[in-house]
Protein backbone atom coordinates (compact mmCIF):
# COMPACT_ATOMS: atom_id res chain seq x y z
CA UNK A 1 0.00 0.00 0.00
CA UNK A 2 3.02 2.13 -0.81
CA UNK A 3 0.54 4.67 -3.21
CA UNK A 4 -1.50 5.59 -0.30
CA UNK A 5 -0.02 7.92 2.64
CA UNK A 6 -1.51 10.68 4.70
CA UNK A 7 0.42 13.57 6.08
CA UNK A 8 -0.37 15.53 8.68
CA UNK A 9 0.65 18.84 8.08
CA UNK A 10 -0.71 20.82 11.14
CA UNK A 11 -2.96 21.03 14.32
CA UNK A 12 -5.00 24.09 14.86
CA UNK A 13 -3.76 24.67 18.74
CA UNK A 14 -7.27 25.92 20.17
CA UNK A 15 -10.11 23.53 18.01
CA UNK A 16 -7.60 20.28 17.03
CA UNK A 17 -8.84 20.96 13.68
CA UNK A 18 -6.15 19.28 11.06
CA UNK A 19 -4.71 20.05 7.77
CA UNK A 20 -2.83 17.47 6.01
CA UNK A 21 -2.52 15.62 2.39
CA UNK A 22 -3.51 12.46 1.00
CA UNK A 23 -1.11 10.94 -1.53
CA UNK A 24 -3.16 8.60 -3.91
CA UNK A 25 -2.41 6.92 -7.39
CA UNK A 26 -4.12 9.19 -9.24
CA UNK A 27 -3.04 12.76 -7.78
CA UNK A 28 -3.08 14.31 -3.96
CA UNK A 29 -5.64 15.50 -2.00
CA UNK A 30 -5.60 18.34 0.56
CA UNK A 31 -7.16 18.15 3.49
CA UNK A 32 -9.87 18.81 4.85
CA UNK A 33 -11.94 18.12 1.61
CA UNK A 34 -15.59 18.43 0.98
CA UNK A 35 -16.35 15.65 -1.87
CA UNK A 36 -19.14 16.08 -4.74
CA UNK A 37 -20.77 13.16 -5.55
CA UNK A 38 -21.26 11.44 -8.91
CA UNK A 39 -23.72 8.65 -8.31
CA UNK A 40 -23.85 7.13 -11.90
CA UNK A 41 -20.20 8.62 -12.80
CA UNK A 42 -20.97 11.75 -13.07
CA UNK A 43 -22.09 14.63 -10.86
CA UNK A 44 -25.13 15.88 -11.94
CA UNK A 45 -25.40 18.70 -14.55
CA UNK A 46 -21.69 19.83 -14.09
CA UNK A 47 -19.03 19.12 -16.59
CA UNK A 48 -15.71 17.61 -15.50
CA UNK A 49 -13.47 20.41 -16.68
CA UNK A 50 -15.86 22.32 -14.49
CA UNK A 51 -15.26 20.35 -11.54
CA UNK A 52 -11.45 20.92 -11.79
CA UNK A 53 -11.81 24.40 -11.95
CA UNK A 54 -14.28 24.70 -8.89
CA UNK A 55 -11.66 23.30 -7.15
CA UNK A 56 -12.98 19.27 -6.98
CA UNK A 57 -10.31 17.39 -6.01
CA UNK A 58 -12.19 13.88 -5.90
CA UNK A 59 -15.24 12.69 -6.62
CA UNK A 60 -17.32 10.00 -5.50
CA UNK A 61 -19.46 7.15 -7.14
CA UNK A 62 -21.62 4.54 -6.61
CA UNK A 63 -21.48 0.49 -6.37
CA UNK A 64 -24.92 0.09 -6.44
CA UNK A 65 -25.78 2.23 -9.10
CA UNK A 66 -23.06 1.31 -11.23
CA UNK A 67 -23.04 -2.63 -10.39
CA UNK A 68 -27.16 -2.03 -11.99
CA UNK A 69 -25.95 0.18 -14.87
CA UNK A 70 -24.17 -0.18 -17.25
CA UNK A 71 -22.39 -2.97 -15.07
CA UNK A 72 -19.08 -3.16 -13.30
CA UNK A 73 -18.10 -5.51 -16.17
CA UNK A 74 -18.51 -2.69 -18.61
CA UNK A 75 -16.31 -0.48 -16.58
CA UNK A 76 -13.60 -2.93 -15.96
CA UNK A 77 -13.72 -3.41 -19.90
CA UNK A 78 -13.56 0.07 -20.73
CA UNK A 79 -9.95 0.39 -18.49
CA UNK A 80 -12.21 1.48 -14.62
CA UNK A 81 -13.76 4.19 -13.66
CA UNK A 82 -11.26 7.02 -14.43
CA UNK A 83 -11.08 6.34 -18.00
CA UNK A 84 -14.62 5.56 -18.16
CA UNK A 85 -15.75 9.00 -17.11
CA UNK A 86 -12.67 10.80 -17.97
CA UNK A 87 -11.77 12.09 -14.45
CA UNK A 88 -8.06 11.65 -14.03
CA UNK A 89 -8.21 12.86 -10.23
CA UNK A 90 -8.86 10.39 -7.66
CA UNK A 91 -11.81 8.81 -7.14
CA UNK A 92 -13.95 7.09 -3.86
CA UNK A 93 -16.93 4.36 -4.34
CA UNK A 94 -18.74 3.39 -1.43
CA UNK A 95 -20.09 0.11 -0.96
CA UNK A 96 -23.56 0.21 -2.40
CA UNK A 97 -25.09 -0.63 1.26
CA UNK A 98 -26.47 2.37 1.98
CA UNK A 99 -28.50 2.15 -1.20
CA UNK A 100 -29.73 -1.35 -1.11
CA UNK A 101 -31.49 -0.82 2.36
CA UNK A 102 -32.46 2.71 1.18
CA UNK A 103 -34.01 2.07 -2.14
CA UNK A 104 -34.81 -1.03 -2.18
CA UNK A 105 -38.44 -2.07 -1.28
CA UNK A 106 -37.74 -6.03 -0.86
CA UNK A 107 -34.09 -6.90 1.14
CA UNK A 108 -33.11 -9.56 3.59
CA UNK A 109 -30.13 -8.63 5.81
CA UNK A 110 -28.50 -11.80 6.92
CA UNK A 111 -24.98 -12.76 8.21
CA UNK A 112 -23.77 -13.35 4.61
CA UNK A 113 -25.00 -10.82 3.22
CA UNK A 114 -28.25 -8.78 1.50
CA UNK A 115 -30.24 -10.40 -0.71
CA UNK A 116 -32.58 -7.53 -2.72
CA UNK A 117 -34.62 -6.57 -5.84
CA UNK A 118 -33.21 -3.96 -7.93
CA UNK A 119 -34.88 -0.72 -7.72
CA UNK A 120 -35.00 -0.95 -11.61
CA UNK A 121 -36.66 -3.61 -13.04
CA UNK A 122 -37.39 -5.75 -9.13
CA UNK A 123 -34.15 -8.65 -10.65
CA UNK A 124 -32.97 -10.51 -7.57
CA UNK A 125 -29.15 -9.47 -6.48
CA UNK A 126 -27.04 -10.75 -3.43
CA UNK A 127 -24.62 -8.21 -2.36
CA UNK A 128 -21.86 -9.98 0.29
CA UNK A 129 -18.65 -8.27 0.97
CA UNK A 130 -16.86 -10.37 -1.24
CA UNK A 131 -19.37 -9.35 -4.09
CA UNK A 132 -19.16 -6.19 -3.29
CA UNK A 133 -15.07 -5.92 -2.95
CA UNK A 134 -15.33 -7.42 -6.36
CA UNK A 135 -17.23 -4.89 -7.89
CA UNK A 136 -15.11 -2.17 -6.56
CA UNK A 137 -12.07 -3.64 -7.40
CA UNK A 138 -13.86 -3.84 -11.34
CA UNK A 139 -14.44 -0.07 -10.89
CA UNK A 140 -10.93 0.98 -9.91
CA UNK A 141 -11.41 3.83 -7.36
CA UNK A 142 -8.53 4.88 -5.47
CA UNK A 143 -10.46 4.50 -2.53
CA UNK A 144 -13.16 1.80 -1.54
CA UNK A 145 -15.94 0.93 1.13
CA UNK A 146 -16.72 -2.00 3.57
CA UNK A 147 -19.86 -3.66 2.98
CA UNK A 148 -21.62 -2.52 6.05
CA UNK A 149 -25.22 -2.48 7.85
CA UNK A 150 -26.43 1.33 8.43
CA UNK A 151 -28.82 0.90 11.09
CA UNK A 152 -31.93 3.45 11.05
CA UNK A 153 -32.15 6.62 13.46
CA UNK A 154 -34.56 5.48 16.06
CA UNK A 155 -33.04 1.65 16.25
CA UNK A 156 -33.13 -0.12 19.77
CA UNK A 157 -29.77 -0.93 21.21
CA UNK A 158 -30.44 -4.59 20.62
CA UNK A 159 -30.89 -3.86 16.58
CA UNK A 160 -27.91 -1.53 16.53
CA UNK A 161 -25.69 -3.78 18.20
CA UNK A 162 -26.43 -6.73 15.87
CA UNK A 163 -25.78 -4.23 12.88
CA UNK A 164 -22.38 -3.84 14.55
CA UNK A 165 -21.90 -7.14 14.83
CA UNK A 166 -23.07 -7.72 10.95
CA UNK A 167 -21.02 -4.74 9.86
CA UNK A 168 -17.43 -6.01 11.94
CA UNK A 169 -17.83 -9.63 10.57
CA UNK A 170 -18.03 -8.09 6.75
CA UNK A 171 -14.85 -6.06 7.43
CA UNK A 172 -12.76 -8.79 7.82
CA UNK A 173 -14.37 -10.65 4.79
CA UNK A 174 -13.79 -7.79 2.74
CA UNK A 175 -10.13 -7.42 3.99
CA UNK A 176 -9.70 -11.08 3.37
CA UNK A 177 -11.00 -10.36 -0.23
CA UNK A 178 -9.68 -7.82 -1.71
CA UNK A 179 -6.59 -8.45 -3.73
CA UNK A 180 -5.95 -4.86 -5.40
CA UNK A 181 -3.01 -3.24 -3.54
CA UNK A 182 -3.71 0.34 -5.55
CA UNK A 183 -6.75 0.70 -3.84
CA UNK A 184 -8.04 1.61 -0.19
CA UNK A 185 -9.96 -0.11 1.95
CA UNK A 186 -11.61 2.14 4.58
CA UNK A 187 -13.37 0.58 7.57
CA UNK A 188 -16.88 1.99 8.64
CA UNK A 189 -18.10 2.63 12.12
CA UNK A 190 -21.37 2.76 12.56
CA UNK A 191 -23.55 1.94 16.01
CA UNK A 192 -26.40 4.30 15.79
CA UNK A 193 -26.86 6.99 18.59
CA UNK A 194 -25.20 4.50 21.62
CA UNK A 195 -21.75 5.63 22.72
CA UNK A 196 -20.80 2.16 23.69
CA UNK A 197 -21.53 0.59 20.35
CA UNK A 198 -19.58 3.32 18.70
CA UNK A 199 -16.40 2.79 20.51
CA UNK A 200 -16.68 -1.14 20.15
CA UNK A 201 -17.20 -0.50 16.43
CA UNK A 202 -14.44 2.19 16.09
CA UNK A 203 -11.95 -0.60 18.37
CA UNK A 204 -13.12 -3.62 15.64
CA UNK A 205 -12.42 -1.41 12.54
CA UNK A 206 -8.91 0.14 14.16
CA UNK A 207 -6.38 -2.97 13.16
CA UNK A 208 -7.76 -2.01 9.19
CA UNK A 209 -8.01 2.11 9.39
CA UNK A 210 -4.07 2.48 7.91
CA UNK A 211 -5.22 3.51 4.87
CA UNK A 212 -8.11 5.65 6.25
CA UNK A 213 -11.10 5.48 8.17
CA UNK A 214 -14.87 6.29 8.03
CA UNK A 215 -17.45 7.55 10.23
CA UNK A 216 -21.10 5.66 8.74
CA UNK A 217 -24.75 6.48 10.20
CA UNK A 218 -24.54 9.80 11.15
CA UNK A 219 -26.76 12.46 9.70
CA UNK A 220 -29.19 10.26 8.91
CA UNK A 221 -32.38 12.19 11.15
CA UNK A 222 -30.46 12.82 14.80
CA UNK A 223 -30.36 16.36 15.98
CA UNK A 224 -27.11 17.66 15.05
CA UNK A 225 -25.96 18.41 18.54
CA UNK A 226 -26.29 14.36 19.04
CA UNK A 227 -23.54 13.91 15.52
CA UNK A 228 -21.27 16.63 16.94
CA UNK A 229 -21.14 14.72 20.13
CA UNK A 230 -20.28 11.11 18.94
CA UNK A 231 -17.67 12.88 16.51
CA UNK A 232 -15.84 14.31 20.03
CA UNK A 233 -16.36 10.63 21.60
CA UNK A 234 -14.61 8.86 18.96
CA UNK A 235 -12.27 11.58 18.09
CA UNK A 236 -9.42 10.98 20.61
CA UNK A 237 -9.66 7.20 19.99
CA UNK A 238 -9.22 7.74 15.76
CA UNK A 239 -6.10 7.12 14.37
CA UNK A 240 -3.76 10.65 14.02
CA UNK A 241 -1.81 9.75 11.08
CA UNK A 242 -4.57 8.18 8.55
CA UNK A 243 -7.71 10.08 7.25
CA UNK A 244 -10.85 10.29 8.66
CA UNK A 245 -14.01 10.53 6.52
CA UNK A 246 -17.85 11.41 8.01
CA UNK A 247 -20.00 9.89 5.37
CA UNK A 248 -23.02 11.74 3.71
CA UNK A 249 -22.23 15.11 5.60
CA UNK A 250 -22.12 18.38 3.03
CA UNK A 251 -24.02 21.12 4.89
CA UNK A 252 -21.63 24.49 5.79
CA UNK A 253 -22.07 24.59 8.98
CA UNK A 254 -21.76 20.62 9.86
CA UNK A 255 -18.71 21.13 7.43
CA UNK A 256 -17.22 23.83 9.94
CA UNK A 257 -18.38 21.73 12.80
CA UNK A 258 -17.03 18.66 11.45
CA UNK A 259 -13.35 20.25 10.90
CA UNK A 260 -13.51 21.39 14.37
CA UNK A 261 -13.68 17.97 16.02
CA UNK A 262 -11.01 16.36 13.88
CA UNK A 263 -12.90 15.71 10.42
CA UNK A 264 -10.81 15.27 7.46
CA UNK A 265 -13.22 14.18 4.76
CA UNK A 266 -17.07 14.91 3.56
CA UNK A 267 -19.49 13.61 0.96
CA UNK A 268 -22.83 14.97 0.15
CA UNK A 269 -25.45 15.52 -2.65
CA UNK A 270 -26.75 18.57 -0.82
CA UNK A 271 -24.97 20.91 -3.13
CA UNK A 272 -26.54 20.12 -6.50
CA UNK A 273 -29.82 18.88 -5.23
CA UNK A 274 -30.47 22.12 -3.59
CA UNK A 275 -29.06 23.66 -6.45
CA UNK A 276 -31.37 21.80 -8.66
CA UNK A 277 -33.98 23.21 -6.78
CA UNK A 278 -33.27 26.50 -6.93
CA UNK A 279 -31.42 27.39 -3.90
CA UNK A 280 -27.77 28.27 -3.69
CA UNK A 281 -25.21 28.80 -0.64
CA UNK A 282 -23.62 32.36 -0.92
CA UNK A 283 -21.29 34.09 1.44
CA UNK A 284 -24.56 35.75 2.94
CA UNK A 285 -26.32 32.97 3.59
CA UNK A 286 -28.83 30.76 1.42
CA UNK A 287 -30.79 32.18 -1.47
CA UNK A 288 -34.04 30.71 -2.63
CA UNK A 289 -33.53 32.28 -6.26
CA UNK A 290 -36.69 30.87 -7.34
CA UNK A 291 -38.99 33.66 -4.95
CA UNK A 292 -39.87 36.93 -6.17
CA UNK A 293 -37.73 39.24 -4.70
CA UNK A 294 -34.97 38.75 -7.26
CA UNK A 295 -37.19 39.34 -10.31
CA UNK A 296 -35.58 42.18 -11.13
CA UNK A 297 -32.34 41.39 -9.41
CA UNK A 298 -29.42 42.40 -11.78
CA UNK A 299 -26.52 41.62 -9.61
CA UNK A 300 -24.34 38.50 -9.74
CA UNK A 301 -25.72 35.60 -6.84
CA UNK A 302 -22.51 36.27 -4.83
CA UNK A 303 -20.08 39.12 -5.02
CA UNK A 304 -17.56 37.48 -3.29
CA UNK A 305 -17.94 34.44 -5.43
CA UNK A 306 -15.87 33.56 -9.11
CA UNK A 307 -16.82 30.72 -10.27
CA UNK A 308 -18.47 31.13 -13.94
CA UNK A 309 -22.15 31.20 -12.72
CA UNK A 310 -20.93 34.33 -10.44
CA UNK A 311 -18.68 35.79 -13.16
CA UNK A 312 -21.62 35.66 -16.27
CA UNK A 313 -25.40 36.05 -14.49
CA UNK A 314 -27.21 37.73 -12.43
CA UNK A 315 -29.96 36.26 -10.41
CA UNK A 316 -33.08 37.65 -12.27
CA UNK A 317 -31.73 35.39 -14.91
CA UNK A 318 -31.04 32.26 -12.76
CA UNK A 319 -34.64 33.03 -11.70
CA UNK A 320 -35.85 33.13 -14.85
CA UNK A 321 -34.35 29.91 -15.96
CA UNK A 322 -35.79 28.17 -13.03
CA UNK A 323 -39.36 29.41 -13.63
CA UNK A 324 -39.51 28.07 -17.17
CA UNK A 325 -37.57 25.08 -16.17
CA UNK A 326 -34.61 25.14 -18.45
CA UNK A 327 -31.95 22.63 -17.47
CA UNK A 328 -29.15 25.65 -17.20
CA UNK A 329 -30.12 26.65 -14.51
CA UNK A 330 -29.57 23.61 -12.16
CA UNK A 331 -25.97 23.54 -14.05
CA UNK A 332 -25.24 27.40 -12.96
CA UNK A 333 -26.81 26.72 -9.67
CA UNK A 334 -24.69 23.12 -9.23
CA UNK A 335 -21.61 24.41 -9.81
CA UNK A 336 -21.87 27.32 -8.04
CA UNK A 337 -22.88 25.66 -4.63
CA UNK A 338 -19.82 23.06 -5.44
CA UNK A 339 -17.26 26.00 -5.71
CA UNK A 340 -18.55 27.42 -2.82
CA UNK A 341 -18.62 24.30 -0.81
CA UNK A 342 -14.69 23.88 -1.90
CA UNK A 343 -13.41 27.41 -1.44
CA UNK A 344 -15.19 26.77 2.32
CA UNK A 345 -12.82 24.09 2.95
CA UNK A 346 -10.07 26.15 1.04
CA UNK A 347 -10.42 28.96 3.38
CA UNK A 348 -10.75 26.18 6.50
CA UNK A 349 -7.41 24.65 5.63
CA UNK A 350 -6.09 28.07 5.69
CA UNK A 351 -7.35 28.86 8.84
CA UNK A 352 -5.98 25.59 10.68
CA UNK A 353 -2.75 26.87 9.43
CA UNK A 354 -3.20 29.91 10.99
CA UNK A 355 -4.73 28.50 14.18
CA UNK A 356 -7.93 30.55 13.70
CA UNK A 357 -10.34 28.19 13.48
CA UNK A 358 -12.58 29.51 15.92
CA UNK A 359 -12.56 33.07 14.88
CA UNK A 360 -13.33 31.81 10.96
CA UNK A 361 -16.40 29.83 12.30
CA UNK A 362 -17.23 32.89 13.93
CA UNK A 363 -16.82 35.38 11.00
CA UNK A 364 -18.72 32.98 8.60
CA UNK A 365 -21.74 31.92 10.99
CA UNK A 366 -22.09 36.10 11.59
CA UNK A 367 -21.95 36.54 7.66
CA UNK A 368 -24.00 33.46 6.74
CA UNK A 369 -26.80 34.05 9.44
CA UNK A 370 -29.41 31.61 9.55
CA UNK A 371 -28.66 27.98 9.09
Request: aromatic share 8%; glycine share 8%.
Amino acid sequence: MKNFTFELQHIDKRTGARAGVYHTPHGDILTPVYMPVGTQATVKGVYPRDLEEAGAQIILSNTYHLYLRPGDDVIKKCGGLHKFMNWQKPILTDSGGFQVFSLTKLNKITDDGVRFNSHIDGSAHLFTPEKVISIEENLGADIIMQLDQCSEYGFTHEQASLAVDRTSAWLERCVAAKTRDDQALFPIVQGNMYDDLRLESLRRCLPHAGQGIAIGGLSVGEPKSRMYEILELLRPRLPENAPRYLMGVGSPDCLIEGVKRGIDMFDCVLATRVGRNGTAFTSAGKKVVRNSAYREDFTSLDEKCGCYCCRNYTKAYLRHLINVNEMLSSMLLSLHNITFLANLMKNLRQAIFDDSVEEFAAQFYADYGEI
